[in-house]
């Protein structure tokens, strides 16, 4: 294939994304802030490192990205090094990271003064989507490039929707994320309720998970949770990093969300017993911890 990549963040999610594209062809220069990972990556696939993001991006059609934040974002496209002021015109711009849509909308602006063109294309389906190539990817941007990122997106995703304009990816994410933690701390709840009355919790979740009250984080989280075994998927400081996006356009969008305010002050407090690195499904831990104090 002859289309360049560039791939700037090669963390849980941006690592093994790379790798896809790579494994599909692409010829692929990856960029990293801590240089070790950027080398693991070529030591494992066929591509090569740069040490700046302007460096990484400066030949390519395509320059993908997937770092924590906003501040991060802008750092890696706007920055002293950043990508933007190197990259060509015509190429394009395909932000992964999960960010407000207020940055989206603010380096889309200024990708179109340096006749760049931004998506922004945010994840769901966590480190094993990644590495199974098996994401969902929500992107708001231009239909008429789309079709151009397409065939790239699908070699990490097993579904992509173009959502609408710049900013429409990440608020469907955001959608993503107020399901999850009302559906997370609902599993979290009836679990705890079934270990006080004395019932077999295996047993609850076998009979209901045949019902209504089935969900994704129950087929795959309960039997975890039981265990307290948090070590996995995604991390509780990213959720929260996540919700205060959400709360924050809710605030502006003037929509009410009072269960995902509540079950964000209940991540705070998964981070106050030292789970910042824990997964979701540990609100469980904070109702467990509640029990055990009375
Ligand atoms: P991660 O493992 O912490 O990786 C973050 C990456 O961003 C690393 O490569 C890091 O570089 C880089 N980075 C951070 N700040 C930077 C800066 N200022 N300049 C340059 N590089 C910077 O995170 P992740 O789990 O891959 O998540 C990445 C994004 O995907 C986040 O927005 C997250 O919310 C989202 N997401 C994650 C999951 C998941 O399950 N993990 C699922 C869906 C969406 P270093 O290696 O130098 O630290």
Not at 30 to 49: D, F, H, I, L, P
Not at 166 to 172: A, D, E, H, K, R
Not at 249 to 267: C, G, I, K
Request: net charge negative; hydrophobic share 45%.
């Amino acid at each position: 294939m002859t289309q360049k990549i560039a791939f700037i963040g090669l963390g849980v999610m941006g690592f093994p994304m790379a790798g896809h594209l790579a494994k599909a062809g692409y010829q692929v220069t990856v960029y990293n802030r801590t240089m070790s990972k950027a080398k693991a990556w070529c030591a494992e696939y066929q591509g090569s490192y740069s040490e700046t993001p302007a460096e990484a991006a400066k030949q390519a059609d395509i320059v993908c990205c997937c770092v924590g934040n906003d501040d991060d974002l802008r750092q890696v496209t706007l920055g002293e090094q950043g990508a933007f002021a190197a990259m060509k015109p015509g190429a394009i711009f395909v932000d992964h990271t999960t960010t407000s849509a207020q940055v989206a909308s603010e380096l889309a602006q200024q990708a179109e003064h340096k006749q760049i063109v931004f998506f922004d294309a945010p994840v769901s389906g966590g480190q094993a989507g990644a590495e199974n190539g098996q994401l969902t990817i929500m992107v708001g941007g231009a239909e008429q490039q789309f079709t151009e990122i397409l065939p790239l997106l699908n070699c990490y995703a097993r579904f992509v929707k173009l959502m609408g304009g710049i900013g429409s990816g990440q608020l469907t994410k955001m959608v993503n994320q107020i399901c999850i933690a009302g559906v997370v701390q609902g599993l979290a709840e009836g679990m705890h309720f079934a270990r006080s009355a004395e019932l077999d919790v295996a047993a609850v979740i076998e009979v209901i998970s045949k019902g209504a009250a089935q969900s994704w984080q129950m087929e795959n989280r309960y039997q975890t949770m039981l265990a307290g075994e948090y070590n996995h998927g995604f991390a509780v400081d990213w959720m929260r990093k996540d919700l205060g996006i959400v709360l924050d356009e809710a605030r502006r969008n003037q929509s009410h969300l009072p269960v995902t305010a509540l079950v964000d002050q209940f991540y705070s407090e998964v981070q106050a017993m030292g789970g910042s690195r824990w997964d979701t499904s540990s609100l469980f831990a904070v109702l467990e911890s509640k029990r055990k104090a009375t």
